[in-house]
């Protein structure tokens, strides 16, 4: 996942590792209400990422491309190393994400079992995260967590 610098919207571009272009997303993050949506190769929709509007936890809805809900993710409160985020599916937790904001790394856990990986890789011109799938877990849940995360430590930045 590749993250545009310098432009008025996010955009990202997904890759696979040969360099392949798998899709894109692009999303309006300076407004009220947070949202992406992100694009198959070909412009598909292949789903949408909404943060809420009001909410005491950070919260992000993902979506399908007919607009149903697949899950909605949030932020612990109070954590005192690093961050982690909850992502629920129907109200029943589905996955766990823990992360290391030092260092921009991301464990993804589906009943405690690591099903994902994601890295920000250093030393690059554009923002560039590396994700690793290896677990049962839909793609879909983690490209949308990652643009949700992503947008988090932006907004924290600034």
């Known amino acids: 996942m590749?993250?545009?610098?310098?432009?008025l919207r996010e955009h990202y571009d997904f890759k696979d590792r040969s360099g392949t272009n798998l899709g894109e997303g692009d999303g309006n993050f300076w407004q009220l209400l947070a949202q992406c949506t992100v694009f198959v190769q070909g412009g598909a929709v292949s789903r949408h990422v909404t943060g809420k509007l009001i909410s005491i936890l950070r919260?992000?809805?993902l979506f399908d491309a007919s607009g149903n809900q697949l899950v909605a993710m949030k932020e612990k409160?109070?954590?005192?190393?690093g961050n982690e985020y909850?992502?629920?599916?129907?109200?029943v937790e589905l996955m766990r994400i823990y992360g290391n904001f030092v260092e921009h790394d991301?464990?993804?856990?589906?009943?405690?079992?690591q099903v994902a990986q994601v890295h920000l890789r250093w030393f690059t011109?554009?923002?560039t995260y590396?994700?690793?799938i290896t677990g049962d877990v839909d793609p879909r849940l983690v490209i949308g967590s990652v643009i949700a995360i992503e947008?988090?430590?932006v907004t924290e930045r600034h």
Request: charged letters at 35%; a negative charge; hydrophobic letters at 40%.
């Open 130 to 132: 590396g994700v690793s």
């Open 151 to 153: 947008h988090e430590e």
């Open 2 to 7: 590749v993250k545009k610098i310098m432009s």
């Open 86 to 91: 909850w992502v629920e599916q129907n109200g």
């Open 106 to 113: 991301y464990r993804f856990e589906v009943n405690k079992n």
């Open 125 to 127: 011109i554009r923002d």
């Open 59 to 61: 919260e992000f809805d």
């Open 77 to 81: 409160l109070v954590k005192l190393i």
